[in-house]
């Protein structure tokens, strides 16, 4: 009976360790699973926050009456990419249309004067415009 109960004994045992191992098993699958989650989260938050810096802002300054009557003047600025001056230069483009449409009118552009080349400053575009009637 002793022999018996000794094999039970080591099959329990067997069996605990088993289930100790596989349990251990469990616990790092899930720990690889989460850390390789992180990882990929981690990467999408990088690649949503260098997209985000790439489009950048853009602001425009209220149309300004120059000195000569029925001419106009508009400035605005994008900061974040090679591409923010195409930024800048659309708002101010959009701003002297929209003004001039506002009235009944047309816009044209006199004169442009464009800074800022490298890829992270801030680009700005200055449109002097008039506006005239539509034909």
Known sequence: MSNQGSDSLA????????C????????????RKRAALFLRVRGAVAVA?????????????????????????????ATGGRMAWARAHELAMNEARDYCDRRGMQSSVNRETVSGVSAMTEHASSVSFECHPRF
């Open 11 to 18: 099959e329990a045992c067997t069996t605990v360790r088993v």
């Open 20 to 31: 100790e191992a596989e349990g251990v098993a469990r616990v790092a699958s899930a720990a």
């Open 49 to 77: 926050l260098a997209c985000a810096s790439l489009v950048g802002c853009a602001s425009s300054t209220d149309v300004v009456a120059s000195d000569k009557p029925g001419s106009y003047t508009v400035a605005a600025s």
